[in-house]
């Protein structure tokens, strides 16, 4: 039977509108996951360099180092971490959780769960949670503060291949775990390859801000990654950093920082550069001491490509460690006596090694004077003069003299 050409458009049409809709629904389903090629490929437009994941072929476990203090937000953390991961079954937590002693008892918590934020508004799988999650408990006399905290979050690490170490305020972008993997990989002719054939880099910066006010992800915009590349000394002569949001770039751009609230490297990283367990109440100081020992060991890092998480800044209602800690200032003018002898600042006094101060300096100082001089020249450092050149590394220009 002839087909007249009116009918022929409309069953090529009708075809053409079955095939739309169902790309659109696999394309665009919520509660499906995209494919991590899916994921990249849109992020970069379809378009543009490395579209292709690497890294691939290795077991693909992270270590998420999460210290947190009386902090209401961490199980949001925790939830995003997972919810959010393409292979939340490769994620493992390490969480130190100080001062939940002083946490009301909840009548519909799970009573198999610790009495805690961080298990508090838990949406993740109690299997997961009991396979996934380790957790040291520390009441507020035992808090020193971060520095301390992230150091037992390392006893909590158990050979995972990849390191991440976070803040316990942040949320992530569907398919994190992929993503930032494969810019890790693509760091690889940047810097020396280590264990597995990983990169000896480090992926870092201080993540966009979310509105607490808002639920979930701020409108997503790839177009500007922050970059930790200015530094600056502070009345205590302890250099601190700010972010710049530049434009956006194919590969991870070098940075001269690492930032403690958010970077990602190697398991590997922790062996090398094990995290220092003398540094009672220490705060300020915490980032450029771990940079440059991590940069003494060989370690170079990088911007990341895209932004992968966002944190909550300032937090203003919630409790900060150094107001429940009577020994915050006495430890910590220690703890930055430790950081000045390690990163060879001037000290108003020769030290005594024999103070407690000092315990196993040996093993957790840097040797290599030479690698030392070495990044303060590359990254415009003045230590002398407690000056910090930055300007460049920020893409901005330099005040007039």
């Given at each position: 039977m002839a087909v007249s050409k009116k009918s022929f458009i409309y069953t090529v049409g009708a075809v053409l509108?079955?095939?739309?809709?169902?790309?659109?629904?696999?394309?665009f389903r919520i509660d499906s996951k995209l494919t991590e090629r899916d994921i990249k490929n849109s992020i970069n437009g379809g378009g543009g360099e490395n579209k292709d994941l690497v890294g691939e072929?290795?077991?693909?476990?992270?270590?998420?180092?999460l210290a947190a203090y009386r902090d209401v937000f961490c199980s949001d953390t925790i939830n995003y971490i997972f919810n959010h991961a393409n292979r939340p079954e490769k994620i493992f937590i390490g969480i130190i959780d100080q001062g939940s002693e002083l946490l009301e008892e909840d009548p519909n918590q799970d009573p198999s769960l610790p009495n805690s934020y961080c298990y508090r508004g838990l949406k993740v799988a109690p299997e997961l949670i009991q396979s996934n999650v380790r957790r040291i408990a520390l009441t507020v006399a035992q808090s020193k503060g971060?520095?301390?905290?992230?150091?037992?979050?390392?006893?909590?690490?158990?050979?995972?291949?990849y390191f991440m170490q976070v803040d316990s305020h942040l949320r992530f972008i569907k398919g994190w775990d992929s993503l930032i993997i494969n810019d890790l990989w693509l760091t690889k002719s940047y810097a020396p390859i280590g264990e597995n054939g990983i990169p000896r880099t480090v992926l870092t910066h201080y993540p966009?801000?979310?509105n607490i006010e808002d639920s979930g992800l701020p409108v997503v915009d790839q177009t500007g990654v922050p970059r930790l590349c200015k530094g600056e000394f502070n009345s205590r002569g302890i250099i601190t950093f700010n972010s710049f949001i530049l434009k956006a770039t194919n590969k991870p751009a070098e940075c001269p920082y690492i930032a403690a609230g958010f970077f990602f490297t190697s398991g590997e990283a922790?062996?090398?550069?094990?995290?220092?367990?003398h540094l009672s109440n220490l705060f300020e100081g915490e980032e450029?001491?771990?940079?440059?020992?991590m940069y003494s060991a060989g370690f170079r890092f990088f911007a990341p490509t895209l932004n992968v998480c966002y944190h909550y800044y300032s937090r203003p209602k919630s409790p900060k460690f150094w107001e429940d800690n009577k020994q915050y200032y006495l430890d910590m003018q220690k703890s930055v006596e430790r950081l000045k002898y390690i990163l060879r600042w001037p000290l108003e006094k020769t030290p005594d090694l024999s103070e407690p101060q000092f315990d196993e300096i040996d093993k957790y100082t840097i040797h290599n004077t030479t690698i030392l001089s070495e990044y303060y020249q590359r990254w415009k450092i003045d230590v002398e003069n407690k000056k910090v050149h930055w300007h460049q590394f920020c893409d901005q220009q330099p005040p007039q003299e």
């Open positions: 509108i079955i095939v739309l809709i169902f790309q659109m629904n696999y394309y072929e290795i077991e693909p476990t992270i270590f998420v180092s971060p520095t301390l905290a992230r150091y037992y979050a390392t006893t909590l690490y158990n050979n995972e291949t966009m801000a979310y922790i062996k090398l550069v094990p995290f220092d367990p450029i001491l771990y940079s440059v020992r």
